[in-house]
Nanobody, 125 residues
Framework: QEQLVESGGGLVQAGGSLKLSCAAS????????LGWFRQGPGKEREFVAR????????YYADSVKGRFTVSRSNVQRMMYLQMDNLKPEDTAVYYC??????????????????WGQGTPVTVSS
């Protein structure tokens, strides 16, 4: 069964860092574009970052560009999100997701059929 499991969320002060992990199982992860999304309190789910199948390309939301870094290891079947200089507005549940769409078309949540359960991140001011 296709499965994604996030970990690494928690409570951090503004300006701090966290690294999220996403473990994939039940499918050939190297064939998938992987993405991170988040949903803050009272907000809709929004795109954060995505990474191409062979890590050749990455793309970030403007709100996190320069602060967040997405990476992956197909051998370990893992994806990561290094989050630096965190802000209170980064508070959200973070989800990882997978899609077989081409990288340039994997820009919205409805492009992703496989989702994890989410890991919460709280940034205090």
């Amino acid at each position: 069964q296709e499965q994604l499991v996030e970990s690494g969320g928690g409570l951090v002060q503004a300006g701090g860092s966290l690294k999220l992990s996403c473990a994939a199982s039940g499918f050939m992860v190297s064939n998938y574009v992987l993405g991170w999304f988040r949903q803050g309190p009272g907000k809709e789910r929004e795109f954060v970052a995505r990474i191409a199948r062979n890590s050749a390309g990455t793309y970030y939301a403007d709100s996190v560009k320069g602060r967040f870094t997405v990476s992956r290891s197909n051998v370990q079947r893992m994806m990561y999100l290094q989050m630096d200089n965190l802000k209170p507005e980064d508070t959200a549940v973070y989800y990882c997701a997978a899609t077989t769409r081409i990288f340039s078309r994997a820009d919205t949540s409805d492009a992703y059929p496989i989702w994890g359960q989410g890991t919460p991140v709280t940034v205090s001011s």
